[in-house]
């Protein structure tokens, strides 16, 4: 057994060496420390309790907020021969209690766990049976009301510090203002914790941002002069497909990635853009986690990010390999304008929320008290359109009732259907004689969508539906008795949301209880964006230091290499030009003629700068050469 963490490392990671800030973070660790891990994002945190729990017996448990984290790293783990789970999916009490006993006596000795698991009285049962020598909270700025992305299920994780007090914490997470912090130590009830913070200052990233108009010009000129990985973010799912698209016309590769794409295309998306082939990649923010590769050398934001928090995670993923590397933010007026009115529009406000939560409970008709079992289909254009509420609202009116525990939601993105005709033109004519009621669907498919008979093509139902002037219901019911009937071959991808009430219908009542959350979480909001439309419009200041200050962080120096220190250095030039000119102007009336090497001898500057000089004073005619190549004035 290896008995110290480098031959670890070496062993299970094949790295030769810890960064500066692991090795602190596993000293104070494995000294049985309460421990506060803030590094950037791929700064290498999950070494940071994987390590150590490794030199040890007893399991690492593990609480992290995203079932898509936790299967990456139980499948990391799992490649190097290391036995872990993830408690994801819904499990028997049976296949727990394996799980547990070989956390127990197998060699298993990672438990990953969402906090909504950890409320689980049997978990919390099993959990006291096992000998945890370690309780990580990964991406801890969830517990804070002031992180961007705050879950109150992550408020309850202080159970586990009452359940085993005697174990060591170690909290992680890349965001790292003392708010935040504060949050975390006073949640978890930490011992005396060491805080361990690596600065969020990246010496070769140049941060960026221009007011520009065009900005797909804007991008072209980039991509010449930059043309290697880059990733491009914009805000909608549209956008990516149409500036993908006009970039490959433009004769750069790239792939477009966004949420609502099928897995499949997704990861073509991402393996094209990982080995290279289509070194560009245009993607809604739903392209992030997970994403290290160190070779990025350019991230540009086509719009404004939503929050300084996200603009430093995004912008980061730029020179992870320590090259240089741009993080490039294209805005204009009308951007600053629209974030702010869309945030304010958008907001589910007390009242929107009281409205909205009304009407689920009559949409589904559940009566006034009752809390229903089921879980429901519950598909959003549908109810927004009955209601005529807007889209955008209704979606954040759920997540507010998601993340106040009213109801819980599982999104089964967009997958699209996709309809092939598999039989002759002649069958298709005389089953279209027999049933008329189809005739007009069929022939609008096959106006619609070309090479339909050739292969499976994907239809966009809602698209159909409103053409057709029918319901989607309808629609569906319709393509299903064709497919029956042996003309098609149907595929309906679940565009639905499962929703499952978590609290009895109480209507007004229930959502005065959370009313001061909403109207807190609300402000944070507008307050985000206050922040970073301020950072963004703010040239005047180092933008390395003002991102710093955000994280409460003294930054002295200028970077000098951000789109303020270049324009300040510009200006700088232009001042010490005239003050040598007239320096060298001054020299010349002193000696009547002087050659550049002495000119350059009596004022010691550099040569290049006096050359330069002299080359300028020439084409404006104050100064002449004589036939000794000497410098006079005209
Ligand atoms: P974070 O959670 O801080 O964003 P991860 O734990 O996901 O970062 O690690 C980011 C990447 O850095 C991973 O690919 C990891 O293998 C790598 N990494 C971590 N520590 C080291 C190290 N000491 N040397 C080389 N690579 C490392
Ligand atoms: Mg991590």
């Known amino acids: 057994m290896a008995t110290n963490p480098l031959e670890i490392l070496k062993k299970y990671w094949g790295f030769n060496s810890f960064k500066d800030a692991q090795k602190e973070v596993i000293s104070s660790v494995v000294n049985g420390n309460d421990t506060v891990a803030l590094l950037p994002t791929g700064g290498g945190k999950s070494i940071c309790f994987q390590v150590p729990t490794l030199l040890r017996e007893g399991v690492c448990v ?21 036995k872990a789970y993830a408690l994801t999916s819904k499990l028997s009490e049976g296949e727990i209690v394996t799980i547990f006993d070989n956390l127990q006596f197998g060699n298993y000795q990672f438990l990953y766990l969402s906090p909504e698991k950890l409320q689980s009285d049997f978990i919390q049962t099993k959990l006291k049976q ?29 159970i586990l510090k009452e359940t085993h007090p005697k174990v060591p914490f170690i909290a992680l997470t890349a965001t790292a203002t003392s708010r935040v912090l504060t949050d975390i130590i006073e949640t978890l009830q930490l011992n005396k914790p060491k805080i361990i913070k690596k600065s969020f200052y990246r010496s070769n990233l140049a941060y960026q941002i221009y007011d520009i108009e065009d900005k797909l010009y804007k991008v072209e000129q980039m991509l010449n002069k930059v043309k290697e990985n880059t990733i491009i973010y914009t805000n909608t799912r549209r956008n990516t497909v149409e500036i993908s698209n006009q970039l490959n016309s433009l004769g750069f590769a790239s792939n477009f990635y966004h949420g609502g794409m099928k897995m499949d295309d997704k990861l073509d998306a991402y393996n094209n853009w990982m080995n290279e082939t289509k070194p560009i990649i245009v993607a809604t923010n739903a392209f992030g986690m997970g994403i290290d590769k160190p070779n990025v050398r350019l991230v540009i934001h086509m719009n404004l990010p939503q929050s300084i928090e996200n603009y430093i995670q995004e912008a980061g993923r730029a020179g992870r390999d320590g090259k240089k590397a741009f993080s490039v933010v294209l805005k204009n007026k009308t951007d600053i304008f629209n974030t702010k009115t869309i945030t304010k529009k958008t907001l589910a406000t007390v ?14 008709r559940i009566s006034y008290g009752e ?6 289909e519950f598909n959003i254009s549908e109810f927004c359109k009955k209601y005529q509420f807007p889209i955008t609202i209704t979606y954040n009116t759920l997540k507010v009732l998601e993340r106040e525990n009213i109801l819980l939601l599982d999104e089964n993105f967009n997958r699209k259907s996709s309809v092939k005709f598999i039989t002759s033109k002649e069958n298709i004519f005389e089953y279209c004689n027999k049933n008329t009621s189809k005739e007009r669907l069929i022939k609008f498919l096959l106006r619609t969508y070309g090479g339909i008979f050739e292969s499976a093509k994907s239809i966009n139902i809602n698209f159909i539906s409103n053409s057709l002037g029918i319901t989607q219901n309808t629609l569906i019911s319709m393509l299903k008795t064709i497919n029956k009937d042996g003309i098609i071959n149907l595929y309906i991808a679940n565009s639905n949301t499962q929703i499952l009430f978590l609290t009895p219908r109480e209507d007004n009542r229930t959502i005065n209880l959370i009313a001061s959350n909403i109207i807190k979480q609300n402000d944070l909001k507008l307050q985000k964006i206050t922040d970073l439309i301020s950072f963004i419009e703010n040239d005047k200041i180092c933008r390395n230091k003002q991102l710093l200050s955000y994280f409460d962080e003294i930054y002295k120096e200028e970077c000098g290499i951000c789109d303020v220190c270049i324009s300040k250095k510009k200006s700088l030039k232009t001042i010490n030009l005239n003050e040598l000119s007239s320096l060298i102007i001054q020299l010349l009336k002193a000696n009547n003629e002087l050659s550049s090497k002495e000119i350059v001898k009596l004022l010691s500057s550099e040569e290049s700068e006096v050359l330069f000089c002299l080359q300028i004073l020439l084409e ?15």
């Not at 909270?137 to 309850?156: K, M, T, V």
């Not at 809390?371 to 429901?376: G, R």
């Open 351 to 364: 009242p929107i929320v009281k409205k909205i939560y009304f009407a689920l409970n009559q949409f589904f």
């Open 371 to 376: 809390l229903p079992i089921e879980t429901f």
């Open 620 to 634: 404006k005619n104050i100064l002449g050469v004589t036939s000794q190549n000497k410098y006079i004035i005209n």
């Open 62 to 82: 593990i609480i992290s907020p995203l079932i898509a984290l936790m299967n990456d790293q139980v499948k990391n783990l799992q490649e190097k021969g290391i």
């Open 130 to 158: 096992i000998n945890i020598q370690l309780i990580a909270i990964d991406e801890a700025h969830c517990i804070s009301e002031w992180g961007h992305d705050f879950r109150p299920s992550y408020l309850n994780i202080n």
